[in-house]
Protein backbone atom coordinates (compact mmCIF):
# COMPACT_ATOMS: atom_id res chain seq x y z
CA UNK A 1 0.00 0.00 0.00
CA UNK A 2 1.93 3.25 -1.10
CA UNK A 3 0.74 5.44 1.66
CA UNK A 4 1.17 2.92 4.20
CA UNK A 5 4.81 2.58 2.71
CA UNK A 6 5.60 6.26 2.34
CA UNK A 7 4.02 6.90 5.93
CA UNK A 8 6.79 4.47 7.59
CA UNK A 9 9.36 5.86 5.30
CA UNK A 10 8.69 9.45 6.94
CA UNK A 11 8.30 7.39 10.50
CA UNK A 12 11.53 6.00 9.87
CA UNK A 13 13.59 9.33 8.28
CA UNK A 14 13.04 10.61 12.01
CA UNK A 15 13.98 14.41 11.38
CA UNK A 16 12.42 16.58 8.41
CA UNK A 17 14.65 19.12 7.12
CA UNK A 18 12.51 22.59 5.87
CA UNK A 19 13.81 23.69 2.76
CA UNK A 20 13.90 27.36 2.24
CA UNK A 21 15.95 29.16 -0.31
CA UNK A 22 15.46 32.22 -2.57
CA UNK A 23 15.84 29.38 -6.00
CA UNK A 24 15.59 26.10 -7.03
CA UNK A 25 18.95 25.39 -7.63
CA UNK A 26 20.05 26.81 -3.70
CA UNK A 27 17.17 24.55 -2.60
CA UNK A 28 18.55 21.72 -4.33
CA UNK A 29 21.82 21.75 -2.86
CA UNK A 30 20.55 22.25 0.58
CA UNK A 31 18.90 19.57 0.33
CA UNK A 32 21.69 17.09 -0.85
CA UNK A 33 23.87 18.34 1.59
CA UNK A 34 21.14 17.90 4.57
CA UNK A 35 20.63 14.54 3.10
CA UNK A 36 24.47 13.82 3.33
CA UNK A 37 24.59 14.30 7.09
CA UNK A 38 21.76 11.75 7.18
CA UNK A 39 19.07 13.58 7.74
CA UNK A 40 16.65 11.64 5.08
CA UNK A 41 13.69 14.01 5.14
CA UNK A 42 13.23 16.63 3.15
CA UNK A 43 10.27 19.11 3.16
CA UNK A 44 11.22 21.67 0.00
CA UNK A 45 8.68 24.33 0.66
CA UNK A 46 6.64 25.94 -1.99
CA UNK A 47 7.67 29.50 -1.78
CA UNK A 48 11.21 28.53 -3.33
CA UNK A 49 10.29 29.51 -6.87
CA UNK A 50 10.01 26.65 -9.17
CA UNK A 51 9.86 24.38 -5.87
CA UNK A 52 7.82 21.66 -7.91
CA UNK A 53 11.18 21.45 -10.24
CA UNK A 54 13.02 21.08 -7.53
CA UNK A 55 10.73 18.44 -6.38
CA UNK A 56 11.74 16.47 -9.45
CA UNK A 57 15.21 16.47 -9.76
CA UNK A 58 15.30 15.41 -5.81
CA UNK A 59 13.04 12.46 -6.34
CA UNK A 60 14.66 11.50 -9.54
CA UNK A 61 17.81 11.61 -8.04
CA UNK A 62 17.50 9.86 -4.97
CA UNK A 63 14.92 7.44 -6.40
CA UNK A 64 16.58 4.27 -5.48
CA UNK A 65 17.40 5.65 -2.14
CA UNK A 66 14.84 3.94 0.62
CA UNK A 67 15.78 5.97 2.93
CA UNK A 68 15.16 9.34 1.50
CA UNK A 69 11.64 10.97 1.27
CA UNK A 70 11.03 14.11 -0.39
CA UNK A 71 7.64 16.28 0.12
CA UNK A 72 6.35 19.45 -1.01
CA UNK A 73 5.97 22.23 2.01
CA UNK A 74 3.87 25.45 2.67
CA UNK A 75 1.06 23.86 0.49
CA UNK A 76 -1.68 26.03 1.24
CA UNK A 77 -4.37 25.02 -1.55
CA UNK A 78 -5.60 21.77 -3.12
CA UNK A 79 -3.99 23.09 -6.57
CA UNK A 80 -0.46 23.12 -5.20
CA UNK A 81 -0.88 19.90 -3.56
CA UNK A 82 -1.50 18.54 -6.83
CA UNK A 83 1.02 19.87 -8.31
CA UNK A 84 3.31 18.99 -6.14
CA UNK A 85 2.41 15.52 -6.22
CA UNK A 86 2.70 15.06 -9.94
CA UNK A 87 5.84 15.77 -9.53
CA UNK A 88 6.65 13.54 -7.26
CA UNK A 89 5.97 14.86 -3.86
CA UNK A 90 5.48 11.56 -1.13
CA UNK A 91 3.90 13.92 1.08
CA UNK A 92 2.44 17.39 1.61
CA UNK A 93 2.56 19.71 4.70
CA UNK A 94 1.14 22.90 5.26
CA UNK A 95 1.15 25.42 8.34
CA UNK A 96 -2.68 25.14 8.76
CA UNK A 97 -5.57 22.29 7.91
CA UNK A 98 -7.35 22.76 4.51
CA UNK A 99 -9.96 20.13 3.75
CA UNK A 100 -9.70 20.25 0.57
CA UNK A 101 -5.90 19.87 0.60
CA UNK A 102 -6.80 16.41 2.70
CA UNK A 103 -9.20 15.33 -0.29
CA UNK A 104 -6.20 15.40 -2.89
CA UNK A 105 -3.78 13.76 -0.80
CA UNK A 106 -6.34 11.13 0.30
CA UNK A 107 -7.24 10.64 -4.04
CA UNK A 108 -3.20 10.08 -4.37
CA UNK A 109 -2.67 7.87 -1.43
CA UNK A 110 -0.31 10.77 -0.19
CA UNK A 111 0.18 11.61 3.72
CA UNK A 112 -0.77 14.83 4.32
CA UNK A 113 0.75 16.36 7.28
CA UNK A 114 -0.97 19.73 8.38
CA UNK A 115 -0.31 22.83 11.07
CA UNK A 116 -2.27 22.62 13.99
CA UNK A 117 -2.63 24.58 17.47
CA UNK A 118 -5.48 23.59 18.82
CA UNK A 119 -7.95 20.83 19.98
CA UNK A 120 -10.32 21.95 17.35
CA UNK A 121 -7.93 21.56 14.33
CA UNK A 122 -6.28 18.45 15.64
CA UNK A 123 -9.76 16.82 15.30
CA UNK A 124 -10.46 18.29 11.97
CA UNK A 125 -7.17 17.19 10.84
CA UNK A 126 -7.76 13.70 12.46
CA UNK A 127 -11.66 13.31 10.74
CA UNK A 128 -10.04 14.33 7.14
CA UNK A 129 -8.36 11.37 7.41
CA UNK A 130 -5.10 13.27 8.10
CA UNK A 131 -1.94 10.81 9.62
CA UNK A 132 0.51 12.97 10.91
CA UNK A 133 -0.32 16.28 12.88
CA UNK A 134 1.91 19.33 12.42
CA UNK A 135 2.05 20.80 15.94
CA UNK A 136 2.86 24.43 14.59
CA UNK A 137 4.83 26.47 15.69
CA UNK A 138 6.37 24.41 18.19
CA UNK A 139 7.98 27.19 19.51
CA UNK A 140 4.92 28.09 20.97
CA UNK A 141 3.52 25.33 22.50
CA UNK A 142 6.72 23.44 23.55
CA UNK A 143 7.45 19.70 24.32
CA UNK A 144 4.12 19.90 27.32
CA UNK A 145 1.53 20.40 24.82
CA UNK A 146 2.22 16.82 23.19
CA UNK A 147 1.26 15.15 26.62
CA UNK A 148 -1.63 17.58 26.99
CA UNK A 149 -2.99 16.67 23.07
CA UNK A 150 -2.46 12.82 23.76
CA UNK A 151 -4.71 12.71 26.50
CA UNK A 152 -8.00 13.41 24.65
CA UNK A 153 -6.43 11.95 21.51
CA UNK A 154 -4.02 8.84 22.91
CA UNK A 155 -3.11 7.72 19.03
CA UNK A 156 -2.51 11.10 17.26
CA UNK A 157 0.51 11.30 15.65
CA UNK A 158 2.62 14.39 16.42
CA UNK A 159 5.60 16.09 14.21
CA UNK A 160 6.35 19.44 15.67
CA UNK A 161 7.73 22.29 13.64
CA UNK A 162 9.73 25.37 14.65
CA UNK A 163 11.66 25.72 17.72
CA UNK A 164 13.34 22.32 17.50
CA UNK A 165 16.70 22.00 18.09
CA UNK A 166 19.70 19.56 19.12
CA UNK A 167 18.94 20.75 22.94
CA UNK A 168 15.34 20.20 22.98
CA UNK A 169 14.59 17.20 20.44
CA UNK A 170 15.40 14.43 22.74
CA UNK A 171 12.56 16.18 25.20
CA UNK A 172 9.95 16.28 22.30
CA UNK A 173 10.77 12.55 21.54
CA UNK A 174 10.32 11.76 25.28
CA UNK A 175 6.85 13.78 25.20
CA UNK A 176 5.87 11.35 22.62
CA UNK A 177 6.21 12.60 18.88
CA UNK A 178 6.67 10.58 16.30
CA UNK A 179 8.91 12.76 14.37
CA UNK A 180 10.27 16.45 13.96
CA UNK A 181 10.43 18.84 11.53
CA UNK A 182 13.82 20.76 12.06
CA UNK A 183 14.44 24.44 9.83
CA UNK A 184 16.54 27.34 10.07
CA UNK A 185 18.87 25.37 13.23
CA UNK A 186 19.60 22.61 11.03
CA UNK A 187 20.20 25.07 7.58
CA UNK A 188 21.31 28.51 9.33
CA UNK A 189 24.80 27.45 7.57
CA UNK A 190 23.35 27.64 3.98
CA UNK A 191 22.95 31.58 4.34
CA UNK A 192 26.90 31.99 4.50
CA UNK A 193 27.33 29.95 1.35
CA UNK A 194 28.59 26.58 4.30
CA UNK A 195 27.16 23.64 2.93
CA UNK A 196 29.44 21.81 4.34
CA UNK A 197 28.12 23.44 7.68
CA UNK A 198 25.06 22.11 6.91
CA UNK A 199 26.33 18.79 6.37
CA UNK A 200 28.15 18.66 9.65
CA UNK A 201 24.89 20.10 11.74
CA UNK A 202 22.76 16.93 9.91
CA UNK A 203 25.20 14.68 11.31
CA UNK A 204 24.64 15.92 14.65
CA UNK A 205 20.92 15.61 13.83
CA UNK A 206 21.56 12.07 12.73
CA UNK A 207 23.66 11.11 15.45
CA UNK A 208 20.37 12.51 18.31
CA UNK A 209 18.41 10.86 16.78
CA UNK A 210 20.23 7.75 16.93
CA UNK A 211 20.68 8.02 20.52
CA UNK A 212 17.35 9.03 21.38
CA UNK A 213 15.81 5.94 19.70
CA UNK A 214 18.75 3.53 21.17
CA UNK A 215 17.39 5.15 24.82
CA UNK A 216 13.74 4.75 24.18
Known sequence: MKKFDLLNRLVNAGVVAVIRSDNAKDAIKLSDAVIAGGVTGIELTFTVPHADQAITALTEKYADDETVIIGAGTVLDPVSARIAIMNGADFIVSPSFNAEVAKICNLYSIPYTPGCLTPTEIQQALTAGVDIVKLFPGSITGPSMVKAVKAPFPNVSIMPTGGVNLDNMGDWFKAGVTL?????????????????????????????????????
Open 180 to 216: VGAGSNLTAAAKNGDYAGVTRTAEKYHEALLAIRQNN
